[in-house]
């Protein structure tokens, strides 16, 4: 077939935001296989194959859209899943735009072909017409024990199940998936998705074994003593950070980890639910990341009157996702840009210490700011403008300024080494962390960053894994 030469991708079909705002059903439906075959034709497999570097896994891109351009979708999902354990997932939540799509050679003069869109279809698709059951690895008589079931976990776990490896993992939630159930919201990404993931996973093998908090139930000392050759930390960040600000103890103020793990996990959002949150009110969400963005749309979809985002820089450094700003506009959310939290306030009845109304969030004091001089890392930091403080009315607060790795394993696993920040120290090129056998990665070295740079860091350390039990030394 002819190549598509339109600059445009094909756009994703998007459900009313007038409709959706009020439910957690997914908010993007996905391509048809007209549109995937219509997107697909867009690609014009290049030489050089540049979207393949941008990619933390290494999906072999212009392989997969061949498969797609013929219409064997199986084919183009068997390639995907040669080197991603998590295809449907990632269609959904990577940030392609600042990967694989940014090398694409079609957004010189147009925009990316969009392979995230292509590989969410490729994945649904087989998720939905596939039957052929799971064909298990010979097993080669090696056990790894990894903590914690999030995206990198579970990449790490099914690259070794796929090698033949006895794999057990441990997680600390009655749920696997890590973030991926606790964090991200429903209408983001179904629950069902990752199930279905995850299933796949124990069909290769996979020993999930959950309500385990390694540190407490078990140490990592514990589980080298028990036969396991090597253990992979997977464990992720979800010690929230706050600003340190008046006001932060007081009732109406979450944490976004909190928040979303009420909504997300412990299924808030229905009706039935004894899980109290949030329902209602005025909401404001401090942070600009994804996490603030899911939990804005989060308190919408909970029904709050009114949600705004403070956020100290401009829109330009909104380090959310484009798409998922995009979505929170549609959908109402007010943003409050070049503005900081200094003070949470509460109402106070000095007369009635009985009064229930007495400790709650009412208000939040905010200053004006202005972008400065560029910080270490090339940003203009803010800076307060002088005699600009003002408040905004609120009846509820969440901080979405990210988290940082939980202290438990650091602290009960002898000689393992952390850096200031809580971060385990780990060799780059391996994995390896300063205790023998024991590798780690994603958020528990690097804290919060994304589903995909932590599944490329579970590959990095399956790999490393695989080479240690087998007395090879040395990175790829």
Same mark, same amino acid.
């Given at each position: 077939?002819?190549?598509?030469?339109?600059?445009?991708?094909?756009?994703?079909?998007?459900?009313?935001?007038?409709?959706?705002?009020?439910?957690?059903?997914?908010?993007?439906?996905?391509?048809?296989?007209?549109?995937?075959?219509?997107?697909?034709?867009?690609?014009?497999?290049?030489?050089?194959?540049?979207?393949?570097?941008?990619?933390?896994?290494?999906?072999?891109?212009?392989?997969?859209?061949?498969?797609?351009?013929?219409?064997?979708?199986?084919?183009?999902?068997?390639?995907?899943?040669?080197?991603?354990?998590?295809?449907?997932?990632?269609?959904?939540?990577?940030?392609?735009?600042?990967?694989?799509?940014?090398?694409?050679?079609?957004?010189?003069?147009?925009?990316?072909?969009?392979?995230?869109?292509?590989?969410?279809?490729?994945?649904?698709?087989?998720?939905?017409?596939?039957?052929?059951?799971?064909?298990?690895?010979?097993?080669?008589?090696?056990?790894?024990?990894?903590?914690?079931?999030?995206?990198?976990?579970?990449?790490?776990?099914?690259?070794?199940?796929?090698?033949?490896?006895?794999?057990?993992?441990?997680?600390?939630?009655?749920?696997?998936?890590?973030?991926?159930?606790?964090?991200?919201?429903?209408?983001?990404?179904?629950?069902?998705?990752? =199930?279905? &993931? $995850? +299933? *796949?996973? %124990?069909?290769? !093998? #996979?020993?999930?074994?959950?309500?385990?908090?390694?540190?407490?139930? @078990?140490?990592?000392?514990?589980?080298?003593?028990?036969?396991?050759?090597?253990?992979?930390?997977?464990?992720?960040?979800?010690?929230?950070?706050?600003?340190?600000?008046?006001?932060?103890?007081?009732?109406?103020?979450?944490?976004?980890?909190?928040?979303?793990?009420?909504?997300?996990?412990?299924?808030?959002?229905?009706?039935?639910?004894?899980?109290?949150?949030?329902?209602?009110?005025?909401?404001?969400?401090?942070?600009?990341?994804?996490?603030?963005?899911?939990?804005?749309?989060?308190?919408?979809?909970?029904?709050?009157?009114?949600?705004?985002?403070?956020?100290?820089?401009?829109?330009?450094?909104?380090?959310?996702? =484009?798409? &998922? $700003? +995009? *979505?929170? %506009?549609?959908? !109402? #959310?007010?943003?409050?840009?070049?503005?900081?939290?200094?003070?949470? @306030?509460?109402?106070?009845?000095?007369?009635?210490?009985?009064?229930?109304?007495?400790?709650?969030?009412?208000?939040?004091?905010?200053?004006?700011?202005?972008?400065?001089?560029?910080?270490?890392?090339?940003?203009?930091?803010?800076?307060?403008?002088?005699?600009?403080?003002?408040?905004?009315?609120?009846?509820?607060?969440?901080?979405?300024?990210?988290?940082?790795?939980?202290?438990?394993?650091?602290?009960?696993?002898?000689?393992?080494?952390?850096?200031?920040?809580?971060?385990?120290?780990?060799?780059?090129?391996?994995?390896?962390?300063?205790?023998?056998?024991?590798?780690?990665?994603?958020?528990?070295?690097?804290?919060?960053?994304?589903?995909?740079?932590?599944?490329?860091?579970?590959?990095?350390?399956?790999?490393?894994?695989?080479?240690?039990?087998?007395?090879?030394?040395?990175?790829?």
């Amino acid at each position: 077939m002819a190549a598509n030469m339109d600059p445009c991708k094909n756009p994703m079909p998007t459900r009313d935001a007038r409709v959706r705002a009020h439910d957690f059903s997914e908010v993007t439906t996905g391509y048809s296989e007209q549109a995937a075959l219509n997107e697909a034709l867009r690609c014009l497999n290049c030489k050089n194959h540049p979207c393949v570097t941008g990619c933390p896994v290494n999906i072999r891109i212009p392989e997969f859209i061949e498969q797609v351009k013929k219409g064997d979708f199986e084919a183009a999902y068997k390639i995907i899943h040669e080197t991603s354990s998590l295809p449907a997932v990632c269609g959904r939540v990577c940030p392609q735009e600042t990967q694989c799509e940014q090398h694409c050679v079609r957004g010189i003069k147009g925009e990316p072909v969009g392979i995230g869109r292509l590989e969410r279809f490729v994945a649904d698709w087989h998720n939905e017409h596939n039957t052929e059951p799971v064909e298990r690895p010979v097993p080669n008589g090696h056990r790894v024990a990894v903590v914690g079931s999030g995206p990198s976990g579970l990449t790490c776990a099914g690259d070794l199940a796929k090698k033949g490896y006895a794999v057990t993992v441990f997680e600390a939630l009655h749920t696997a998936g890590g973030v991926l159930v606790y964090g991200i919201p429903e209408f983001r990404l179904p629950k069902s998705i990752v =199930k279905q &993931e $995850v +299933e *796949h996973l %124990k069909a290769l !093998g #996979v020993d999930l074994q959950t309500n385990v908090i390694i540190g407490r139930t @078990l140490t990592v000392d514990e589980l080298l003593s028990e036969g396991y050759e090597a253990v992979y930390i997977a464990s992720g960040a979800g010690l929230p950070n706050f600003m340190n600000i008046p006001g932060e103890s007081l009732m109406g103020v979450y944490s976004a980890n909190e928040f979303l793990t009420r909504s997300n996990l412990m299924k808030a959002y229905r009706q039935d639910s004894t899980t109290p949150v949030m329902k209602g009110g005025r909401v404001a969400v401090v942070g600009g990341g994804n996490v603030a963005m899911d939990a804005a749309r989060t308190a919408l979809r909970l029904g709050a009157q009114e949600v705004t985002i403070v956020y100290r820089r401009s829109l330009e450094e909104l380090p959310a996702r =484009k798409e &998922e $700003v +995009e *979505h929170a %506009k549609e959908e !109402g #959310v007010i943003f409050r840009l070049l503005s900081n939290p200094t003070e949470i @306030l509460g109402y106070e009845n000095k007369e009635d210490k009985r009064d229930p109304r007495n400790g709650r969030v009412v208000g939040m004091k905010c200053v004006c700011m202005e972008l400065g001089e560029p910080d270490e890392r090339g940003r203009r930091r803010p800076v307060e403008i002088p005699d600009s403080e003002f408040v905004l009315p609120t009846d509820t607060v969440i901080m979405a300024i990210g988290t940082s790795p939980n202290p438990l394993i650091k602290t009960t696993t002898p000689g393992l080494e952390v850096n200031r920040r809580g971060g385990i120290v780990i060799t780059p090129e391996t994995g390896a962390t300063s205790v023998e056998g024991v590798f780690a990665g994603g958020d528990a070295v690097t804290g919060a960053a994304t589903v995909i740079s932590a599944m490329g860091a579970g590959k990095l350390a399956a790999a490393s894994i695989d080479r240690y039990i087998n007395g090879q030394t040395g990175a790829e």
